[in-house]
């Protein structure tokens, strides 16, 4: 049985990878480094920012950042994040603190953010989830009041842009993730993405020139995959697009689900996840509708469930007064289906039959 | 013109030719069909990380080099100490005792896990922690003692176990230079509670990036696996432990498993090569080749260059400089003077033998040394020019 999965599995020529492999490592003797500050350059280009660090992976990304902004105390954050957003955190020595996020946006929000700020918070890191975004002026505003650092975790957001232009401009930077399931894949891989100088300079020394330092950079080899799949970028950009209409209109018929639309205050998205809410009161249940079309060989996922704030590690920066209503509510009635290059648009035609099989059954019964 | 040295203006340094080309000096290339038939692999499975089939079929290899219970590889080395050590914080105490001795990263890589070194002061003559030092130093708090096998020697391996029975720490041993040594005739990798070994492209298996944890606890290599993975547990993606993501992906797992498959024959070159130099030794007035311990079947992948003469810093530095600018790769960790450690051996340069790779350049390298060390005071009084070049 055809086997459909969520991620993008945007794979580069394997020939090609071969190659560009040979290339990178060859590059690398003759500069050390040096094919690896080429992809940045080339990364710095396509997100319209100044300066880009390449490293692993991407929650080494926001270790490297916080560890080079230097902070100690408290750091306001969504619990409706993944894992690695909150274990960054507590591994650079500071404390999460969970807030709570929109129903709607299903990200935090300037009232969301507001509510958590204490003397002891040194920054808010927002989480631009689905390809969208989470910055607004009003947020900017209020951390710069309280005297916080702003930064971005946007492991989903690679290439989205606004009218305004990049988000990779938004605070003081933007880590991105370049894992195997993204739209740029390096296999493993991520990066700091920022306009202000001197931090990109202390991010760069802990990078490449301290010895002192954990070794997080990025492989010659990992390089090589991500500038071949950056040239794909717009291609695989493009697909998605498609096939995100495509579930628009196949599933408008459906009465007890929706597709997640991206916000409107997007000029451009990488549509790199197909994220599907179940209403409430529908009748629907999640995990039956996983099972289902599990069957089918359509691996759909829940996003994120549980909530961070509801995991053993977790449960000491939280308390009984914290109200994270709508991170909870969501951990219930999200799941993410298949999309990216594997997935064509006659796939997505018979998966959404099968929701809609799947509706019709329930409403028979 | 000629590469050969007759006058300290034909050092490269002073403006003359590089002995070596930067092409003689490049990373061995990866065979571009074995990684061919890897890369395939990967795509007809479709998996490029996540605890891939590589990455399984790389452990269980390891697991037979060291003839150990479990391997497990990690993005790299430094983070492969640091979950490690990470795995054994407790409620009972964050001390780990460290070597005075230690690589560049140690502090950081034990501040990382969360953890508060404990310096301990080596045997000078050796550069290792006794155990007299170890129970000095070890109190109730203390969760973990972390130790370094040398390039050309390793620690009291015998001490520390006896050490760790006795006082129930676990110890956990540095090894990323000792991929393939022998104590007793046992290959490394099952001592101590656990080991932690490189698969960079700098070290003697060249893989492209990565590290792995050797160890027979069951316990620990579940730990591990858990850490490494955000603390998921099997195919579960969520999960209530604390984690990171410290996964070696399908491309360097497959790069190591090539590095592996010749690792053995380039160990024997490079021995090959080291016995060269060492019997050089009898050439020179101001310094010397360090051989490594025989008993313990170095790689040899890095040969120490050891000043006799007092000279301090400075002349290590000034030797460090004028051997770089003969385009001869030299290990990063040696070149930095530490204020708050120190580094045996104290005044030496590391070379990296693999860049040096056949007994021509061998013995190019050998008449060189014997050049610098003819006009070894002319060239430490040269201060300007070499400044000058280096600048």
Known sequence: ?365 | MTQEKRTLSDLAINGGVSLFSREKTENSAVDSEKLSFFVNKIYERGIFTNDGPIVRDLESKLEKVHGCRFCIVTSNASIALVLTLSAFKSCKGDEVIIPEIYYASFLDIVQWAGLKPIIAKCCPSRGVIETSELNRLTTSKTVAVLAINHATHLCALDDLESYSDAAGIPVILDSVRAFGMTHNSRVLGTFATAEVFSLSSEKVVQGAQGGYVSTNSEKLYFQLKSLRNFGFEGLHRHSDNFGLNAKLNEFHAARALIGLDRVQSQINHYQALTVLFIKSNCHFNHMRFLAPDIHINSPCDHVFLILKTPGGTDAQSKLARVLTSENIKLGKHYLKHYPSGCYWPEYSVNISVKHINDEESALKLIKLVQFIDKNFEQILLNKTSATKSIS
């Open chain 1, 1 to 365: 049985m055809k086997q459909y999965h969520v991620g993008q599995l945007n794979f580069p020529d394997p020939k090609e990878v071969v190659a560009e492999i040979g290339l990178a490592e060859r590059n690398n003797n003759d500069e050390p480094y040096g094919y690896t500050h080429e992809f940045e350059q080339e990364l710095s280009t396509r997100l319209r920012v100044k300066n880009v660090i390449a490293v692993g992976n991407g929650t080494y990304a926001l270790m490297i950042a916080l560890k080079a902004l230097n902070l100690k105390g408290e750091i306001i954050v969504p619990s409706f994040t993944f894992v690695a957003t909150i274990q960054a955190i507590i591994w650079s020595g500071l404390k999460p603190v969970f807030c709570d996020v929109e129903h709607e946006s299903h990200m935090i929000s300037t009232n969301t953010v507001r509510a958590k700020i204490t003397q002891n918070t040194v920054a808010v890191m927002g989480v631009h989830l689905w390809g969208s975004h989470c910055y607004n002026d009003d947020l900017a505003s209020l951390c710069e009041k309280h005297n916080l650092t702003l930064l971005f975790d946007a492991a989903h957001a690679f290439g989205s842009e606004t009218h305004e232009g990049s988000i990779a401009q938004y605070g003081q930077m933007a880590c991105y993730s370049f894992h195997a399931t993204k739209i740029l894949n390096a296999a493993e891989g991520g990066c700091i993405a920022t306009n202000n100088d001197a931090f990109a300079e202390r991010v760069k020394n802990l990078v490449y020139d301290n010895d002192d330092f954990l070794n997080v950079r990025m492989s010659p080899m990992q390089s090589a995959i991500g500038r071949l799949s950056l040239r794909e970028y717009s291609n695989n950009a493009a697909h998605n697009k498609a096939s995100y209409f495509r579930y628009i209109n196949k599933l408008c018929e459906c009465r007890s689900l929706s597709v997640v639309e991206c916000s409107t205050t997007l000029k451009e998205s990488n549509y790199q996840y197909l994220v599907i809410e179940i209403k409430l009161n529908s009748g629907f249940n999640k995990l039956d509708l996983m099972k289902y079309m599990r069957k089918k060989g359509i691996l759909i996922r829940d996003y994120f469930s549980p909530p961070i704030h509801k995991l053993n590690f977790a449960e000491k920066y939280i308390s009984a007064e914290d109200d994270l209503s709508n991170t909870d509510n969501l951990s219930q009635c999200l799941v993410q289906f298949p999309i990216g290059q594997k997935i064509r648009l006659d796939d997505i035609d018979w998966i959404c039959d099968q929701v809609l099989s799947f509706e019709k059954s329930l409403l028979t019964y």
